[in-house]
């Protein structure tokens, strides 16, 4: 059983460059979830999805946009990419705000 | 401002020996804790959690314990193996808000 996958799982961008990275989940999820770790910030919230059909944003969305595809997808857009942009990005997925969160394993992003 | 803090980055214990992870918070709002695991180059997966209608759950070797008048919580583990060697998050939310604030994780090494 797959769970939450993401793709790719490693990429080198250069600045001002465009990419969407991709995330799909196999548990008919409700709620999907983007996080950024960077070293020694822990885990914080981009960009999140409740339920099919809606978007917020989370502690830091600028630079970036999301699409929920449909109820297993969810995409995160780097419009220009910029060197801050340089992080591992986590895709999550949880049937409601009360259930733990389920992650992907992560895409590795440098730009340079 | 840090609503969730896990103020050690690391942690060493020898194996057999029991672990203890300490995670504070400062918005009183937040009444579920949720403690992640997770290893290089993989997602966080969840441990365990504890709503604050509670003081104590346990899973097996891995205990959390909460004092809301403190605004702390911890994490034991008992006894600690090698195996445990990982990063571990402390994370919170409350009420229908379905954003997960997580603290910047905490350094786990068990020596053999």
């Known amino acids: 059983n797959a769970g939450v996958t993401q793709t790719p799982k490693f990429q080198v961008l250069k600045t001002g460059q465009s990419m969407t990275l991709q995330c799909a989940q196999d548990?008919?999820?409700?709620?999907m979830y983007w996080y950024r770790q960077d070293p020694g910030m822990g885990l914080r919230l981009i960009y999140y999805s409740a339920s099919e059909g809606t978007t917020d944003k989370g502690e830091v969305p600028n630079g970036y946009n999301v699409s929920r595809l449909n109820k297993r997808e969810f995409s995160l857009r780097l419009e220009s990419a910029a060197p801050s942009q340089t992080s591992v990005y986590f895709c999550?997925?949880?049937?409601?705000?009360?259930?733990?969160?389920?992650f992907g394993d992560g895409t590795r992003l440098s730009i340079l | 401002d840090q609503q969730v803090k896990q103020n050690s980055p690391s942690l060493s214990v020898q194996e057999g020996r029991i672990s203890i992870l300490n995670c504070d918070y400062t918005?009183?709002?937040?009444?579920?804790f949720l403690w992640y695991k997770k290893y290089p180059a993989e997602g966080p997966t969840f441990l365990i959690s504890?709503?604050?209608?509670?003081d104590k759950n346990e899973d097996g070797r891995f205990t959390v314990f909460l004092n809301k008048s403190a605004k702390h919580l911890s994490l034991h583990i008992v006894p600690s193996q090698p195996g445990d060697s990982a990063v571990y998050f402390c994370?919170?939310?409350?009420?229908?808000?379905?954003?997960?604030?997580f603290g910047k994780g905490i350094t786990l090494s068990v020596r053999p």
């Open positions: 504890i709503s604050s209608i509670k």
């Open positions: 994370a919170a939310f409350f009420g229908a808000n379905s954003k997960l604030t």
């Open positions: 999550a997925s949880s049937d409601s705000a009360a259930r733990p969160q389920h």
């Open positions: 918005n009183s709002m937040f009444d579920y």
């Open positions: 548990m008919n999820h409700n709620s």
